[in-house]
């Protein structure tokens, strides 16, 4: 089976930043869309951002120009890089990945189990 591993969660200060970083294993054929989401306590799952295969992104408004998403094909891996973090960016954090596996035909989506993001002063 694919697995989705994240790293790089913890806590930071207002201001600070953190890198988080997700690899694909398993047996896996092709990676389309990678992207990451995030939940807050007693909220929705929102979308962070996405990367497709080609390089585009995508961010909500309320992110875009702090938080950068980048991939390496080579590696099967996303990575989210966060700066000038703010009290409202606390969530449970998870990677996303649409993927063929071999002998199949078709993109099935996976997750990861998540990792925290705390920021506090």
């Known amino acids: 089976q694919v697995h989705l591993v994240e790293s790089g969660g913890g806590l930071v200060q207002p201001g600070g930043s953190l890198r988080l970083s997700c690899a694909a294993s398993?047996?896996?054929?092709?990676?389309?869309?990678m992207g990451w989401y995030r939940q807050a306590p007693g909220k929705q799952r929102e979308l962070v951002a996405t990367?497709?295969?080609?390089?585009?992104?995508n961010y909500p408004d309320s992110v875009k120009g702090r938080f950068t998403i980048s991939r390496d094909n080579a590696k099967n891996t996303v990575y989210l890089q966060m700066n000038s973090l703010k009290p409202e960016d606390t969530a449970v954090y998870y990677c996303?990945?649409?993927?063929?596996?071999?002998?199949?035909?078709?993109?099935?989506?996976?997750w990861g189990q998540g990792t925290q993001v705390t920021v506090s002063s």
């Open positions: 996303n990945a649409e993927i063929q596996s071999y002998r199949g035909s078709t993109y099935w989506g996976y």
């Open positions: 990367i497709t295969s080609g390089g585009s992104t």
């Open positions: 398993g047996s896996i054929f092709s990676i389309n869309v």
